[in-house]
Structures are given as structure tokens and as C-alpha cells.
């Protein structure tokens, strides 16, 4: 009976670090979307921005510094615990939020989306590996997916930045403000409320610790590359669809700034959580059966993304290109929620973080590299076919290389 109980209780424990974090990725992803839905209203005001070369450079620069302290954001969370990491991101985070609606020229900007990117950088790699470390293998993919539902719904959000924007009382400078304020009380909360997962807790330091050993096996290690890759190559396209997609959909079909954020990203990420929950439940059922059942549903995801990019880039409607914008969705959802899974399957837990924070390095730096790129080819007036074309080829090495990874066997133990 003891053991029921306490079998019950761990299980409302897992679930409640889920819906702590729920608030915390939502407003992880909020300014992101905010900042891309209110493209217009922010290079009106802030005059110097000047070209579409600088805004992507500005989106960019936030991924590079994002992406380059992601692994040192994992191997914090390792050594020192992925609660303290988390309640310190979001503080951080939100007073920068917060500065956001401060900025008058181009080069404050610029720098305090820097300051975003170092502040927001230790979250994901935190927030997965808790819930990695909270649940087992088979509700793992679930609760990953139901923490990434947040993140959909922080960009949907965003997306109607465009109305705030465009409204005389609200303007978008109080927008960030907002959002920073709420992060910030919400911060003292979950440092009371959260718990890190008892297994961790009793883990001896030196086992959880991340180090340089720990950076040299993951690197070696072609099961992990192999993700790595995969983690990147999608997230190419992914990447240009928040970011730029409000400013392609108001230039194409002639749509106002408020309607152009939410037709870009409301319906797929409606999708997108949809994608989550579906692909985890699936992963979560199919991996009782085969180690590699994640990486089979994830490879699903993937593909569907094929034909979304090839149908947005060529959409000669509003309608078409929204309709496949929610073929991403569905796709991106069910590619989500499985990377971390399929990550426990290849590193140790007291390396979880530390390898997430590795992918991002490299999923996210690729990322700025693709905003840039796509701005400069803006300006030289590239088709979006001809862009949208080569990231659907991108997705289809990607689906080849996910089939190629082997994770291990999960044991009875994990599920």
C-alpha cells in the first residue's frame, strides 16, 4: 500500500513540474513572436534600423549568443541543478523583456537582444532535462510534448502582437513591458513550488556533474551527431517560418500587420499542439515495442514537413499558404516532442542538459545564420519558391538521417 501511495505521489510530482514550467516556456517564446509580429511598428519607431539585412542581422545575433552559451546553459543545469538554473533564466530573461520596450535606436536594440539570447539561453536544456529526470520512459515523450504545447502557445500569442502593436493605447514598447513584468512575478512562485526529481537529488555531484569527459563522449558518440543533425536541419525552416513569416504573408497577400501575426502563427501551432500530444502519445506506444519507436515517430514528423515548406513557398492564397502552414504544424509537433526522449536513450542522465545545450548550439546558430541569409536574399528579391523548395529538400536528408540513428533499448526499469 506504501508503495502505492508513494508510486501516486511521484506521478503528481512529475505532473506538477510540467504544469510549473507551463507559464515559464510560454513566456519563453512570447517576446520571440511578439518581436517578429511587430516587425512594422518596430522599424517605423526605431528608424535606424533602416533594412531588412539589419532586422534579420538583430534576429540572428540573438540566436548566435542563444546558441553558443546553450551548452553552457546544460552543463550549469547539470552541475548545480536544473531548478536554480530555470528560476534565474526566467528572472533574467523578463528584466530584459522588460528593457525591450525601452529601446530608441538600433544599437540598444541590438544589444539587449543579445542580452535576451545569454538570459533565455539556460531554460530548455534545464526545463527538459527536469522532466526527463521527473518522468520514465513511458510518459516521457508525453510530458515533453505537453512542455512544448507552451511553447506553441507563447508564439501563437505573440502573434497577435501585431493588434497591440497597431492600437494607439497600447503600442508595442508596452507590450514587452507587460510581459516582463508578469515574468518576474511569476518567478517567486515557482522557486517555492518547484522540486527537482527525487532520483537526481540523492545522485552523488560527481555523477551528475557535466564536464569536458562528458562534452568528449557526447561528441564521439555517432548516435548523438546523428541527432544533432537532425535537431538542425529542420529547425532551418522552422526558424524563418516564425520569424519572417508575418512580414512574407502582409507583403504577399496584402494584409494588414495584426491580421498578417495571427494568420502566421495561430492555425499551426493550434497544429502544432495537436502534433504534440499525437506524436508522444504514439512515441510513447510504439517505443513498448522497438528501442528505436521514438525515432520512428519523430521521422513521421519530419516528413510531413516536406510537403508544408514545398506548398508554402509556392501558396497562391491567404488560404493555401495557411493550410499548409498547418501541415507544418502537425509535422513540427510530432518532431518536437521527441528530441529529448530520444536523447535519454543515447546520453546518461547527468549529461541530458549538457547534450541539449550542444544541439541548440548548433541548431540555433545555423538558425541565425538562416534569418540572415534569408533577409540578404529578401533584399536581392530570391523567390520564396526557390527558398521554400530547398528547405523541403533540407527535411527530406533530414528524415534519412533520423532512420539511421540506433538509440538504445530503454529498459524495463526506465518505462
Same mark, same amino acid.
Given at each position: 500500500?506504501?508503495? %502505492?501511495?508513494?508510486?501516486?505521489?511521484?506521478?503528481?510530482?512529475? /505532473?506538477?513540474?510540467?504544469?510549473?514550467? /507551463?507559464?515559464?516556456? %510560454?513566456?519563453?517564446?512570447?517576446?520571440?513572436?511578439?518581436?517578429?509580429?511587430?516587425?512594422?511598428?518596430?522599424?517605423?519607431?526605431?528608424?535606424?534600423?533602416?533594412?531588412?539585412?539589419?532586422?534579420?542581422?538583430?534576429?540572428?545575433? @540573438?540566436?548566435?549568443?542563444?546558441?553558443?552559451?546553450?551548452?553552457?546553459?546544460?552543463?550549469?543545469?547539470?552541475? @548545480?541543478?536544473?531548478?536554480?538554473?530555470?528560476?534565474?533564466?526566467?528572472?533574467? /530573461?523578463?528584466?530584459?523583456?522588460?528593457?525591450?520596450?525601452?529601446?530608441?535606436?538600433?544599437?540598444?536594440?541590438?544589444?539587449?537582444?543579445?542580452?535576451?539570447?545569454?538570459?533565455? !539561453? @539556460?531554460? *530548455?536544456?534545464? $526545463?527538459?532535462? %527536469?522532466?526527463? &529526470? =521527473?518522468?520514465?520512459? !513511458?510518459?516521457?515523450?508525453?510530458?515533453?510534448?505537453?512542455?512544448?504545447?507552451?511553447?506553441?502557445?507563447?508564439?501563437?500569442?505573440?502573434?497577435?502582437?501585431?493588434?497591440?502593436?497597431?492600437?494607439?493605447?497600447?503600442?508595442?514598447?508596452?507590450?514587452? =513591458?507587460?510581459?516582463?513584468?508578469?515574468?518576474?512575478?511569476?518567478?517567486?512562485?515557482?522557486?517555492?513550488?518547484?522540486?527537482? !526529481?527525487?532520483?537526481?537529488?540523492?545522485?552523488?555531484?560527481? $555523477?551528475?556533474?557535466?564536464?569536458?569527459?562528458?562534452?568528449?563522449?557526447?561528441?564521439?558518440?555517432?548516435? #548523438?551527431?546523428?541527432?544533432?543533425?537532425?535537431?538542425?536541419?529542420?529547425?532551418?525552416?522552422? /526558424?524563418?517560418?516564425?520569424?519572417?513569416?508575418?512580414?512574407?504573408?502582409?507583403?504577399?497577400?496584402?494584409?494588414?500587420?495584426?491580421?498578417?501575426?495571427?494568420?502566421?502563427?495561430?492555425?499551426?501551432?493550434?497544429?502544432?499542439?495537436?502534433?504534440?500530444?499525437?506524436?508522444?502519445? *504514439?512515441?510513447?506506444?510504439?517505443?513498448?515495442?522497438?528501442?528505436?519507436?521514438?525515432? @520512428?515517430?519523430?521521422?513521421?514528423?519530419?516528413?510531413?514537413?516536406?510537403?508544408?515548406?514545398?506548398?508554402?513557398?509556392?501558396?497562391?492564397?491567404?488560404?493555401?499558404?495557411? $493550410?499548409?502552414?498547418? %501541415? #507544418?504544424?502537425?509535422?513540427?509537433?510530432?518532431?518536437?516532442?521527441?528530441?529529448?526522449?530520444?536523447?535519454?536513450?543515447?546520453?546518461?542522465?547527468?549529461?541530458?542538459?549538457?547534450?541539449?545545450?550542444?544541439?541548440?548550439?548548433?541548431?540555433?546558430?545555423?538558425?541565425?545564420?538562416?534569418?540572415?541569409?534569408?533577409?540578404?536574399?529578401? &533584399?536581392?528579391?530570391?523567390?520564396?519558391?526557390? *527558398?521554400?523548395?530547398?528547405?523541403?529538400?533540407? $527535411?527530406?536528408?533530414?528524415?534519412?538521417?533520423?532512420?539511421?540513428?540506433?538509440?538504445?533499448?530503454?529498459?524495463?526499469?526506465?518505462?
Amino acid at each position: 500500500m506504501g508503495g %502505492l501511495f508513494s508510486s501516486r505521489a511521484m506521478w503528481r510530482t512529475a /505532473w506538477l513540474a510540467v504544469l510549473l514550467l /507551463w507559464p515559464v516556456a %510560454l513566456l519563453n517564446y512570447l517576446d520571440r513572436q511578439m518581436m517578429a509580429s511587430m516587425k512594422f511598428s518596430v522599424m517605423q519607431d526605431i528608424a535606424d534600423i533602416g533594412s531588412e539585412a539589419n532586422w534579420g542581422l538583430m534576429l540572428g545575433q @540573438f540566436k548566435w549568443v542563444y546558441a553558443f552559451l546553450s551548452p553552457l546553459g546544460g552543463w550549469v543545469a547539470d552541475r @548545480f541543478g536544473r531548478k536554480r538554473t530555470i528560476v534565474a533564466s526566467l528572472a533574467a /530573461w523578463s528584466a530584459v523583456t522588460w528593457l525591450t520596450g525601452e529601446a530608441t535606436t538600433y544599437r540598444e536594440l541590438l544589444w539587449i537582444r543579445t542580452a535576451m539570447g545569454f538570459s533565455e !539561453a @539556460f531554460y *530548455i536544456p534545464a $526545463a527538459l532535462a %527536469l522532466i526527463s &529526470d =521527473h518522468h520514465a520512459a !513511458a510518459t516521457r515523450s508525453r510530458a515533453v510534448g505537453v512542455h512544448q504545447m507552451a511553447i506553441y502557445a507563447g508564439v501563437m500569442l505573440g502573434g497577435f502582437g501585431g493588434y497591440a502593436a497597431d492600437a494607439p493605447a497600447i503600442g508595442w514598447r508596452t507590450a514587452f =513591458h507587460a510581459a516582463g513584468v508578469a515574468g518576474l512575478a511569476y518567478a517567486l512562485p515557482l522557486a517555492l513550488l518547484l522540486r527537482e !526529481a527525487p532520483a537526481r537529488e540523492e545522485m552523488p555531484t560527481a $555523477a551528475r556533474a557535466g564536464s569536458l569527459g562528458v562534452i568528449r563522449d557526447l561528441l564521439t558518440s555517432v548516435p #548523438f551527431l546523428l541527432l544533432m543533425a537532425c535537431f538542425t536541419l529542420p529547425a532551418l525552416a522552422a /526558424w524563418v517560418v516564425r520569424d519572417w513569416m508575418p512580414a512574407i504573408l502582409k507583403q504577399q497577400f496584402g494584409i494588414g500587420q495584426g491580421a498578417a501575426g495571427v494568420s502566421a502563427s495561430l492555425y499551426w501551432n493550434i497544429a502544432a499542439l495537436g502534433g504534440a500530444m499525437l506524436g508522444g502519445w *504514439i512515441a510513447d506506444r510504439w517505443s513498448r515495442f522497438t528501442p528505436r519507436g521514438r525515432t @520512428f515517430a519523430s521521422a513521421i514528423g519530419i516528413a510531413l514537413l516536406v510537403p508544408a515548406l514545398y506548398g508554402v513557398g509556392n501558396a497562391g492564397s491567404l488560404g493555401m499558404a495557411v $493550410a499548409f502552414l498547418i %501541415l #507544418f504544424g502537425l509535422g513540427w509537433g510530432i518532431f518536437d516532442c521527441n528530441n529529448m526522449p530520444i536523447l535519454c536513450q543515447i546520453a546518461a542522465p547527468g549529461a541530458r542538459a549538457t547534450g541539449y545545450g550542444l544541439m541548440n548550439l548548433v541548431s540555433i546558430s545555423c538558425g541565425g545564420v538562416a534569418d540572415l541569409g534569408f533577409g540578404r536574399m529578401r &533584399d536581392a528579391q530570391v523567390p520564396l519558391n526557390v *527558398i521554400f523548395t530547398a528547405f523541403a529538400a533540407i $527535411a527530406v536528408l533530414a528524415v534519412l538521417l533520423m532512420l539511421c540513428i540506433r538509440p538504445r533499448a530503454e529498459t524495463l526499469a526506465q518505462r
